[in-house]
């Protein structure tokens, strides 16, 4: 998979050991403890220890956003092929300093369209909360639309896919 991509204002390369602080920080913040899940992460050496287990798992693509002009970390985007869907699901997380600026969009668009050039990986999905706004309307800025609500474990998640057609 990709190492590293750029855009007009940010820099996006692989999830490393490096980003240990940032991770931390990323995962304890309100938006991903609401809308992700808390990962009890909370200290440096855990933040390793989940970066490792992300990037020893396969189908799991984590990159780092950061600002092209100060190289400051503000936000992933991931890519992962999940047991319970049959595409597989793009996401991110920013910081909250970050958002309503277009970096999500930025972002997610570059990675989408390197990865949709790719037969395999022609349709791909997106899971959500149902109350998760800012997300449901940025992956309709992207050409998602809403295909289907499941239920995973005692949750349910809105899945959003990029098919021209339901899938």
Known sequence: MLI????????????????????????NTKG????IGDRNIH????????????NATPDF???VVRLIDTFESIGIISFIKRDYLEHCDIGFAFLPQYAGKGYAYEAAREILSIISSK??????????????????KLLA??????????????????????AANKI
């Open 141 to 162: 800025k992207l050409g998602f639309h809403f295909d289907k609500e499941i239920e995973v474990g005692c949750e349910k998640l809105y899945v959003y896919s990029n």
């Open 43 to 54: 200290s440096k050496e855990d933040a390793i220890s989940y970066i490792n287990k992300i």
């Open 32 to 35: 991903w403890l609401q809308f």
């Open 4 to 27: 590293k991509v750029t855009t007009e204002r940010l820099s996006l390369s692989a999830l490393t050991v490096e980003d240990a602080d940032f991770i931390q920080e990323l995962v």
């Open 61 to 63: 693509y984590y990159w």
């Open 119 to 136: 037969p395999e990986h022609s349709i791909v999905v997106a899971t959500t909360l149902p109350n998760n706004v800012s997300s449901i």
